[in-house]
């Protein structure tokens, strides 16, 4: 997947396709006037801009999503993770898990996903 980096209001957008996909173009102009204060012309605009960097599509009316809202969530982690931390998942969570404690809950499911990939599951 190509770089994308979604601003605030534009994850705000993004979020509003994704849970309530497919969704009809006009529709999609009055639930951005309700919830963001958007008019006509400003939800078009994102709109075809996001439609250019592949992650929506608007066809006929319709607005769906080519990227879901877990891969595209997937990718931003993996590119923090090889930005911030040289690519190294340990030095990640060493960092993370040094300013804020894990819980137990969280201790076992890290656990439960290291068993999984140790066994060829992801």
Do not use: H
């Amino acid at each position: 997947m190509e770089e994308r980096k979604l601003g605030t209001v534009e994850g705000r957008f993004a979020d509003l396709i994704w849970s309530r996909e497919p969704l009809g173009s006009g529709e999609l102009v009055k639930l951005c006037e309700q919830e963001l204060g958007w008019k006509k012309s400003t939800t078009y605009t994102v709109l075809k801009k996001l439609c250019g960097q592949g992650l929506f599509q608007n066809q006929n009316g319709s607005v769906t999503s080519c990227v879901s809202r877990e891969e595209y969530l997937a990718a931003q982690s993996e590119q923090f993770v090889e930005e911030t931390f040289g690519g190294s998942l340990p030095a990640f969570v060493a960092a993370f898990s040094s300013r804020q404690t894990l819980t137990p809950a969280q201790i076992d499911e890290l656990e439960r996903m290291i068993d999984r990939m140790r066994k060829g599951g992801a």
